[in-house]
């Protein structure tokens, strides 16, 4: 099968990571995986992995130069020939849409997020099938937009076994990063992500302060970086560390490629976004498949992820208070078994196989339909 991906742009992050994923992964069960964006520094990436790259834009939102780029994906699309196209994100949906009328080629959708209701927005539900990476995201697409359940699937994302591995971690960079900020001997909470209102490390920061004198050894370590648009706002948390007299209890590490490693410092990890959900929440999964339980907001893909008291616990968004008795009742509990159970229900050959479960099903309906046309 010749499997064709299209996305934005291959820079990090969740939706771009599962797009590499399922490329290494088509290739080794001996498919052939091509990969559209406007290019990134994972592109390297896919090539040395078996797969094709081609530069389109295909992120520009200008609807001026819609047309002429419709037009190149059209030619390229006829020249690659692929099997299937599966559509990751909104501005590729639209131009995919324009590009295959004459080609009709197969198409299939993921829904990565829980965006704003609109005609903009629907073109993700246009897909043969629709992949939800969870019971939250599926629920939002069939209530907004009425996509019948024969069209839906369910595909939890997957995490790599051998990436998230407590026996393949790097003891000298652990070592490292522990002394670089003072986590010897103090219960490690982590904050995975990057920094912006929707995260929620405010709550995390005052509920750091809230369970400050009865978790003395409380170290919050707040992983990830701040686009320049954002800057004004870590700048705030800082300042709000400052004032919360919080210097020896949160820390900003920065941008970390290592965050299996990191995963496997931290005693709980907290998802925390307040406003708007997680679709799944990838770093609730690989903190899990490393040992590390999980304190997250009580919606979203965290409903599908987090067993409350088993491998972690639910709190209410932007509730600072509740946070705090979580983040001691964790400090005083060890859950076990944290890894077999995020692999048993997350594995990356579980979503591999359902994806191409979903192709063949679209291919095989594609078959039967071409039989039933007058010759």
């Not at 295959?100 to 246009?126: C, E, K, W």
């Not at 009742?329 to 994806?355: I, P």
Request: with cysteine; glycine share 8%.
């Amino acid at each position: 099968m010749h499997i064709l991906q299209i996305l934005p742009a291959l820079d990090e992050g969740g939706v771009e990571r599962g797009a590499v994923e399922l490329n290494r992964e088509f290739v080794r069960r001996g498919h052939v995986s091509t990969v559209i964006s406007c290019g990134g520094r994972l592109v390297p990436v896919v090539e040395r992995e078996g797969g094709r790259h081609v530069t389109l834009d295909v992120k520009s939102k200008n609807p001026l130069t819609a047309l002429p780029r419709a037009a190149a994906l059209r030619h390229a699309l006829a020249a690659l020939r692929p099997d299937l196209i599966h559509v990751r994100s909104r501005v590729p949906g639209w131009l995919v849409r324009l590009a295959n009328r004459p080609l009709r080629l197969p198409v299939v959708s993921t829904v990565h997020g829980f965006n704003s209701v609109s005609a903009y927005s629907r073109i993700m539900t246009a897909g043969e099938r629709v992949i939800c990476p969870s019971t939250a995201v599926l629920d939002y697409v069939r209530s907004h937009y009425g996509t019948p359940d024969e069209r839906l699937r369910l595909i939890p994302r997957g995490i790599d076994p051998q990436r998230f591995d407590p026996v393949l971690t790097d003891p000298a960079f652990m070592a490292d990063f522990r002394r670089r900020f003072a986590m010897e001997g103090r219960f490690v909470v982590l904050g995975v992500g990057r920094i912006t209102q929707l995260k929620g490390y405010d709550v995390l920061i005052d509920a750091t302060a809230a369970a400050r004198d009865r978790l003395p050894a409380i170290k919050t370590v707040i992983v990830g970086g701040a686009e320049s648009a954002r800057a004004d706002y870590a700048q705030t948390l800082r300042e709000r560390v400052r004032s919360l007299g919080l210097d020896d209890h949160v820390v900003f590490a920065g941008s970390q490629s290592r965050v299996a490693e990191i995963y496997a410092c931290g005693h709980v990890l907290v998802s925390g976004n307040r406003a708007k959900p997680e679709a799944f929440g990838r770093s609730m999964a690989e903190a899990l498949a490393m040992g590390c339980p999980v304190i997250a907001t009580r919606f979203g893909g965290a409903l599908d992820i987090v067993r409350e008291g088993v491998n972690g616990w639910l709190v209410e968004p932007g509730d600072a208070a509740q946070l705090a008795d979580r983040l001691v009742e964790a400090s005083r509990h060890t859950l076990t078994g944290l890894r077999e159970d995020a692999l048993a229900r997350f594995s990356l050959d579980q979503m591999v196989n359902k994806t191409l479960a979903v192709y063949e099903e679209v291919l095989a309906a594609r078959r039967t339909e071409k039989k039933g046309e007058p010759r």
